[in-house]
C-alpha cells in the first residue's frame, strides 16, 4: 500500500511564493510517476503539474497552461518525496493541493490515471 502525505499549504499573499510537499512510503517511488492537482470549490479536480519516474525519458516533466512558467515539480528519490514549487501565485491558485502517484513510469494529466492520492493541502492566495 502507498501512502502520500502532503505539507507546505497555507496563506500567502498575491505574488507570493509556497512551496509543497509529498513523502510517500510504501510501493517503489522512484518507479512511479508523480503529480500534483488542485481542486477549488466547487469546481473539478484538475491536473498541474507531473514528472516521469526518475530517469525516465530525461526526468520530463509537464505543467498545465495556467501554471507554466510559474510552478515547477521535482523530486528526491533520496528522500522518497516530490515537491511543487510555486512563484507568482494568484487568487485563481486556491485550492486544495493533492499529491498523486501512479503505477506507470510515463506522466498522465488525467485523474484516473493515478492510482494514489494524498489527503490535499490547501492552498489559499489572497488578493
Known amino acids: 500500500q502507498v501512502q502520500l502525505v502532503e505539507s507546505g499549504g497555507g496563506l500567502v499573499q498575491a505574488g507570493g511564493s509556497l512551496r509543497l510537499s509529498c513523502t510517500t512510503s510504501g510501493r517503489t517511488f522512484s518507479s512511479s510517476a508523480m503529480g500534483w492537482f488542485r481542486q477549488a470549490p466547487g469546481k473539478e479536480r484538475e491536473f498541474v503539474a507531473a514528472?516521469?519516474?526518475?530517469?525516465?525519458?530525461?526526468?520530463?516533466?509537464y505543467y498545465a497552461d495556467s501554471v507554466k512558467d510559474r510552478f515547477t515539480i521535482s523530486r528526491d528519490n533520496a528522500k522518497n518525496a516530490v515537491y511543487l514549487q510555486m512563484h507568482s501565485l494568484k487568487p485563481e491558485d486556491t485550492a486544495i493541493y493533492y499529491c498523486?502517484?501512479?503505477?506507470?513510469?510515463?506522466?498522465?494529466?488525467?485523474?484516473?490515471?493515478?492510482?494514489?492520492w494524498g489527503q490535499g493541502t490547501q492552498v489559499t492566495v489572497s488578493s
Open positions: 514528472v516521469t519516474a526518475m530517469g525516465w525519458a530525461g526526468d520530463t516533466t
Open positions: 498523486a502517484a501512479r503505477y506507470s513510469k510515463n506522466i498522465a494529466t488525467r485523474r484516473d490515471d493515478y492510482n494514489y
